[in-house]
């Protein structure tokens, strides 16, 4: 979703490539290491600690604590001082690039005329608040089945139509008159393409229930059907949105053909 608002500055598709190779692969991966490390880590260390210790902030509290003597006062403020600091940019700087700068770019070209670039970042740090991420992040079940998963359910049938519309409708050629004018397109109609809609409401559907039924997490009860089917809801969106959305396309083209033959 958000390395196209990126990668439209490249010069070329050479530093878009070599940009993304060197700067998400290799960092995701050193950060992914430091995260496994330091919670097991302090797992070992910290025995007659219980809480979320994956939780930087949590972990950082129970150290700087001083009802635990890991570190003189002195060197607990200190610590206390670097490592917020460090949350303070980390914090700042993934969500500007990884959830600021997208939805900014979808407001200020909903309504180009009202809405600048700052302004859809301020409507975007309004709607964090107003979704409650505290609330997801409050334990390890609820962020990962309530939210993750439910994110990608969302996700999986838009990545599905994106991979099958260019893949195999357009063979990789995408025409810029297709893409702007409504008058030349093959898929057009009035600047929607509604069976890109309908296939990703086809790519949901089958994934709902299960997100339904993960909102209930306090709730004993048996898992059914829709509970596995919810467990791989990036991979159904993905291949059930992408083969509706291209059986859709062939059917609307033939029926499209036939209409012409018949005038």
């Known amino acids: 979703m958000n390395i196209p608002d990126f990668t439209r500055f490249g010069r070329s598709q050479r530093d878009q490539i070599i940009g993304q190779s060197l700067g998400l692969p290799l960092t995701m991966l050193v950060f992914s290491t430091m995260a496994v490390v330091i919670t097991s880590t302090a797992q070992d260390v910290l025995i007659n600690v219980s809480g979320n210790l994956w939780d930087p902030v949590y972990l950082l509290s129970i150290i700087t604590s001083p009802s635990h003597q890991f570190f003189s006062t002195s060197v607990r403020i200190i610590i206390s001082i670097v490592s917020l600091l460090g949350i303070l940019i980390a914090t700042v700087s993934v969500n500007i690039a990884a959830n600021v700068v997208s939805p900014a770019n979808d407001f200020a070209n909903l309504l180009p005329r009202y809405i600048s670039f700052k302004t859809g970042g301020l409507i975007t740090c309004l709607l964090a608040v107003v979704i409650m991420p505290w609330k997801l992040l409050s334990s390890s079940e609820e962020y990962v089945f309530t939210w993750l998963i439910g994110y990608s359910a969302l996700l999986g049938p838009i990545a599905g139509i ?9 063979s990789r050629q995408l025409s810029i008159v297709d893409l702007y004018a409504d008058d030349h397109s093959i898929l057009s109609f009035q600047s929607i393409n509604w069976i890109s809609i309908v296939s990703l409401l086809i ?21 059914n059907l829709f509970d596995h089917i919810y467990v791989y809801a990036w991979f159904i969106g993905v291949f059930l949105s992408g083969f509706v959305y291209v059986l859709f396309v062939f059917l609307f083209k033939r029926m499209k053909s036939f209409l012409k033959s018949q005038e």
């Open 203 to 223: 790519g949901i559907a089958p994934n709902m229930p299960g997100f339904i039924q993960s909102l209930q997490l306090n709730q004993i009860r048996e898992k």
């Open 162 to 170: 994106i991979i099958a519309d260019y893949y195999i409708i357009k």
